[in-house]
């Protein structure tokens, strides 16, 4: 039976009476469902009165997690009930004086006086009204249906239609051949009535044109789709881009464990090179009834070709010779607060270069604001595509972030004095921004201190020195009160899960423990907290790492490195990891008398564009040799025996492990490669292409960075574990690697699958069949 307890002021927790001890680690108790560890707290939001933060939470382990929300003034944990949770709405958009709420639920559209609290229902229809905003004058509801964008007044009810887009091609009057023209010629020359009969038509349709009111232009869609529909503020001007779509052939993937008894199909992605989609931007200017579209040829660089074609010097003689301008992406302007100016990032296909221009709507002509040029591709915080920090701090200047310094930092324009401005510099990271109430300050997240921890920080929109706000080591996960005079911080340390804190908006001022979520058998066992090391690699780059030392270890001084996936990802720092399960199995490890390696090798966020694309046209490269610098170090520094290093990890992390396996058999004895990508030309665009460009351009970087071209190279002892069900690292991969292996004669490797499992495995008794074959191979092949 739980009960529930209060301890030190204002923190709630709950005990077990039955509550287990773990005296030791296995395999089966780290991976239980992670309930057993304690669920934290997670989606945050705050009250539009900033007296309260809501989060979702699961102290009871139920199914699944309740809304629970806490008050500034007493600090007291309450469970949601289901009436009240009806009526909270996330994701809503302001009016300037913050008084009016406007936000989109189940398709309809609301509106409420924060003052009053009253409620109105603006839209009750089958079709969803989506995306609202609040016109320049605060008097109307944007908002978008179907493929249109219309405007509510908020004080009369009254609906138009702003746009006018329709489907299929327009359908135009077809003109006579010349011996049909001949014929009514003829005819209206011959016979009067006929002559008369048309005139009186051709004045009929004038005059009820005349008395008819003006009607929308109409906009043909032509077999493509209206993406980034957007109004001016004051509703004279509609931007939007028009898509042509890609590659409709996709991989599927067959599920065989199914309720019906029969095999299903589950439709994926397209490979990486297939033909993409396209868009070309458009401005409508309703006061003219024009619309335009806004050339790229007016792009600076529209032409350049990437550096890497000079290894095909054909390609790139027939490339320059046909001159054809790059593909480029417009994303929505972004429009100042009086409507006076507009500014738009455009992003080539080639993901070569990002460009910030100002936009004359009037005339559809661009005039560049900035242009950061990348040969590997444009990307980091804040300024990739789908994660771009920019807007503007008042009606003549706006902010955005670079990494042409190196590291990502934010910068400032001006319009009036044409002036650029470096608000923050060193070598860190901006990774998030969000521009004061008062627009006189920035709230920064960056990682300052040091690459593996995140703090919160204050600066002036005119730079000068950050002001921290945060204090506790680790990372501070933010979410700024309305008001801005409160924090609610998702914190979170090595050993130690987030928790929910309550802080003032002051530096120095002390952060409050309002969460403890961390059951009493997660907490009775003394978990590591590993050590942050760094070492410099082969190329002169600092390397950090997390390392986990064994009190007592084995005779044979065996060593395991854990290869973190994702690529772009942070595993080497001071927060509680995303990979729990493997954080719990390093520990499992010392336990049994490994020294254990996590390195945030080359291609690791949080330590600059460098580091970020040192994989450029070679994966398993410089990232696998930080690999091989971290055995060298366990050896000469940590005392590990160089014939007893493992290695292992999944998904890009797994691909690593099989370049280890097959290009460097002599440095690692066995490795376990899960849920891997075995050759790049079968994963997917958006991410290949960023960091090997396309099969068919670039065929050199796909064939050295694959695994699958090197499978005769595999000495040591592999296994391979994937899901069957993989949407994201098809079956079809491990399955083509497998019948590599067969023809090569390989006999030292194993496949272990597992029918319903995604890409992220689910459940317990996969995660754990899964590390029981890790550790049985680490076991018999390391401590021998």
């Given at each position: 039976?739980?009960k529930?307890y209060l301890?030190?002021?204002?923190?709630?927790f709950y005990?077990?009476?039955?509550a287990?001890?773990l005296?030791?680690?296995?395999v089966?108790?780290i991976m239980?469902?992670?309930k057993w560890?304690g669920?934290?707290?997670?989606?945050?939001?705050w009250?539009?009165?900033s007296?309260?933060?809501?989060?979702?939470w699961?102290p009871?382990?139920?199914?699944?997690?309740?809304?629970y929300?806490?008050s500034?003034?007493?600090?007291?944990?309450i469970k949601?009930i289901s009436a009240?949770?009806q009526?909270l709405?996330q994701n809503?958009v302001?009016n300037k004086?913050h008084s009016i709420?406007l936000?989109?639920?189940?398709?309809?559209?609301f509106?409420?006086?924060?003052?009053t609290?009253?409620?109105?229902q603006?839209?009750?229809?089958v079709?969803?009204?989506?995306?609202?905003s609040f016109?320049?004058e605060?008097?109307?509801?944007?908002?978008?249906k179907?493929?249109?964008?219309?405007?509510l007044?908020?004080?009369n009810?009254?609906l138009?239609q702003?746009?006018n887009f329709q489907?299929?091609?327009?359908?135009k009057e077809g003109?006579?051949?010349e011996?049909?023209?001949?014929?009514?010629?003829?005819q209206?020359?011959?016979?009067?009535?006929?002559?008369?009969?048309?005139?009186?038509?051709?004045?009929?349709s004038?005059?009820?044109k005349?008395d008819?009111?003006?009607?929308?232009?109409?906009?043909?869609?032509?077999g493509?789709?209206v993406?980034d529909?957007?109004?001016?503020p004051?509703?004279?001007?509609i931007?939007?881009n028009?898509?042509t779509?890609g590659?409709?052939?996709n991989?599927v993937?067959?599920?065989?464990?199914?309720?019906?008894g029969?095999?299903?199909?589950?439709?994926?992605?397209?490979?990486?090179?297939?033909?993409?989609t396209s868009?070309d931007f458009?401005v409508?200017?309703k006061?003219?009834?024009?619309?335009?579209?806004?050339?790229t040829l007016?792009i600076?660089?529209?032409?350049?070709?990437?550096?890497y074609?000079?290894?095909y010097t054909?390609?790139?003689?027939s490339?320059?010779?046909?001159?054809?301008?790059r593909?480029?992406?417009?994303r929505?302007p972004?429009w100042?607060e009086?409507g006076?100016?507009?500014?738009?990032s455009?992003?080539?296909a080639?993901?070569?270069?990002?460009?910030?221009f100002?936009?004359?709507?009037t005339t559809?002509?661009?005039k560049?604001?900035?242009r950061?040029?990348?040969e590997?591709?444009?990307?980091?915080?804040?300024v990739?595509?789908?994660n771009?920090?920019?807007?503007?701090i008042?009606?003549?200047?706006i902010?955005?972030?670079?990494?042409v310094?190196?590291?990502?930092?934010?910068y400032?324009?001006?319009?009036?004095t044409?002036k650029?401005q470096?608000?923050?510099?060193?070598?860190?990271e901006?990774?998030?921004v969000?521009?004061?109430s008062?627009k006189?300050s920035?709230?920064?997240?960056?990682n300052?201190?040091?690459?593996?921890?995140?703090?919160?920080y204050?600066?002036?929109v005119?730079?000068g020195?950050?002001?921290?706000l945060?204090?506790m080591?680790?990372a501070n996960d933010?979410k700024?009160s309305?008001?801005?005079?409160?924090?609610?911080?998702?914190?979170?340390?090595s050993?130690?899960p987030w928790?929910?804190?309550?802080q003032?908006n002051?530096?120095?001022?002390?952060?409050?423990?309002?969460t403890?979520?961390?059951s009493?058998?997660?907490?009775?066992?003394k978990?590591?907290e590993p050590?942050?090391?760094?070492?410099?690699?082969?190329?002169g780059n600092v390397v950090?790492?997390?390392?986990y030392?064994p009190?007592k270890p084995h005779s044979?001084k065996?060593?395991?490195?854990?290869v973190h996936g994702?690529g772009?990802?942070q595993?080497?720092h001071y927060w509680?990891?995303n990979?729990?399960r493997e954080y719990?199995f390093?520990?499992?490890?010392?336990d049994?008398?490994?020294?254990?390696?996590?390195?945030?090798?080359?291609?690791?966020?949080?330590y600059?564009?460098?580091?970020?694309?040192?994989?450029?046209?070679?994966?398993?490269g410089?990232?696998?040799n930080d690999?091989?610098?971290?055995?060298?170090?366990l050896v000469e520094k940590?005392?590990?025996?160089a014939?007893a290093i493992?290695?292992y990890?999944?998904?890009?992390?797994?691909?690593m492990?099989l370049?280890a396996m097959f290009?460097?058999?002599?440095v690692?004895k066995a490795?376990?490669?899960?849920r891997?990508?075995t050759?790049?030309a079968?994963y997917?665009h958006?991410?290949?292409s960023n960091i090997l460009n396309?099969?068919?351009?670039?065929?050199?970087a796909?064939?050295q960075?694959?695994p699958?071209?090197?499978?005769?190279?595999?000495?040591?002892r592999l296994?391979m574990?994937h899901?069957?069900v993989d949407v994201?690292?098809?079956?079809?991969?491990i399955v083509?690697?497998?019948?590599?292996?067969i023809?090569?004669?390989k006999?030292n490797?194993?496949l272990?699958v597992y029918p319903?499992?995604?890409?992220?495995?689910?459940?317990p008794?996969?995660w754990?069949?899964?590390y029981k074959?890790?550790?049985?191979l680490f076991?018999?092949?390391?401590?021998?």
């Amino acid at each position: 039976m739980k009960k529930l307890y209060l301890v030190a002021p204002f923190v709630f927790f709950y005990l077990n009476a039955s509550a287990q001890k773990l005296d030791s680690l296995s395999v089966e108790k780290i991976m239980r469902d992670p309930k057993w560890i304690g669920v934290s707290p997670s989606a945050l939001f705050w009250s539009d009165d900033s007296k309260n933060v809501y989060f979702n939470w699961n102290p009871d382990k139920n199914k699944s997690d309740s809304l629970y929300t806490v008050s500034t003034d007493n600090k007291q944990v309450i469970k949601v009930i289901s009436a009240q949770r009806q009526n909270l709405a996330q994701n809503a958009v302001y009016n300037k004086a913050h008084s009016i709420k406007l936000y989109e639920k189940f398709g309809d559209l609301f509106l409420q006086d924060l003052k009053t609290g009253m409620l109105r229902q603006l839209t009750y229809t089958v079709d969803q009204e989506l995306f609202p905003s609040f016109s320049g004058e605060e008097d109307k509801v944007i908002f978008r249906k179907g493929d249109n964008l219309f405007s509510l007044s908020i004080s009369n009810g009254m609906l138009a239609q702003l746009t006018n887009f329709q489907k299929g091609t327009k359908i135009k009057e077809g003109r006579l051949n010349e011996q049909d023209q001949w014929l009514k010629n003829q005819q209206l020359a011959e016979f009067e009535i006929l002559k008369q009969r048309k005139a009186q038509k051709e004045e009929t349709s004038k005059a009820r044109k005349r008395d008819q009111p003006k009607r929308l232009k109409e906009i043909y869609l032509e077999g493509r789709t209206v993406d980034d529909l957007k109004s001016s503020p004051n509703g004279q001007i509609i931007t939007y881009n028009l898509t042509t779509g890609g590659d409709d052939r996709n991989t599927v993937v067959p599920t065989y464990v199914t309720e019906s008894g029969y095999t299903e199909e589950i439709p994926t992605r397209a490979k990486v090179g297939g033909i993409q989609t396209s868009s070309d931007f458009f401005v409508y200017n309703k006061e003219r009834d024009t619309v335009y579209e806004v050339s790229t040829l007016q792009i600076p660089g529209i032409y350049d070709l990437p550096d890497y074609l000079k290894n095909y010097t054909t390609e790139k003689k027939s490339k320059e010779k046909n001159k054809e301008a790059r593909q480029v992406v417009f994303r929505a302007p972004f429009w100042s607060e009086d409507g006076k100016n507009a500014i738009v990032s455009v992003y080539s296909a080639d993901n070569k270069d990002r460009w910030i221009f100002s936009l004359d709507a009037t005339t559809g002509k661009l005039k560049l604001i900035d242009r950061q040029r990348d040969e590997a591709w444009v990307g980091g915080p804040g300024v990739d595509m789908y994660n771009e920090n920019i807007g503007w701090i008042d009606n003549s200047s706006i902010y955005y972030q670079s990494e042409v310094s190196g590291y990502s930092h934010l910068y400032s324009y001006n319009f009036t004095t044409g002036k650029k401005q470096q608000l923050t510099s060193g070598n860190w990271e901006v990774q998030s921004v969000q521009l004061a109430s008062d627009k006189r300050s920035f709230y920064i997240t960056a990682n300052k201190e040091h690459p593996g921890t995140k703090d919160f920080y204050r600066l002036a929109v005119t730079g000068g020195p950050l002001e921290r706000l945060t204090s506790m080591k680790g990372a501070n996960d933010i979410k700024l009160s309305p008001d801005e005079k409160w924090l609610a911080i998702r914190y979170s340390y090595s050993n130690k899960p987030w928790e929910l804190y309550l802080q003032e908006n002051k530096s120095g001022a002390a952060a409050l423990q309002i969460t403890n979520s961390v059951s009493e058998e997660f907490n009775s066992y003394k978990w590591r907290e590993p050590e942050v090391i760094s070492f410099v690699n082969r190329s002169g780059n600092v390397v950090y790492a997390r390392l986990y030392q064994p009190e007592k270890p084995h005779s044979n001084k065996p060593a395991v490195i854990f290869v973190h996936g994702a690529g772009y990802l942070q595993n080497a720092h001071y927060w509680w990891s995303n990979y729990f399960r493997e954080y719990m199995f390093h520990n499992f490890l010392a336990d049994k008398g490994y020294t254990v390696l996590d390195i945030d090798y080359q291609a690791s966020s949080g330590y600059g564009r460098n580091c970020r694309t040192n994989i450029y046209r070679h994966m398993g490269g410089a990232d696998l040799n930080d690999q091989l610098d971290g055995a060298k170090l366990l050896v000469e520094k940590y005392n590990v025996n160089a014939k007893a290093i493992g290695i292992y990890g999944g998904s890009y992390g797994g691909f690593m492990t099989l370049m280890a396996m097959f290009t460097q058999p002599d440095v690692f004895k066995a490795g376990a490669a899960l849920r891997s990508v075995t050759d790049w030309a079968h994963y997917n665009h958006g991410y290949t292409s960023n960091i090997l460009n396309s099969p068919i351009t670039d065929s050199i970087a796909y064939k050295q960075s694959s695994p699958i071209y090197f499978a005769n190279g595999l000495k040591g002892r592999l296994l391979m574990c994937h899901g069957m069900v993989d949407v994201n690292v098809h079956f079809q991969d491990i399955v083509r690697l497998s019948q590599r292996l067969i023809e090569l004669g390989k006999n030292n490797w194993e496949l272990a699958v597992y029918p319903m499992e995604d890409h992220g495995f689910v459940e317990p008794s996969s995660w754990t069949d899964e590390y029981k074959r890790i550790f049985k191979l680490f076991e018999e092949e390391l401590k021998h």
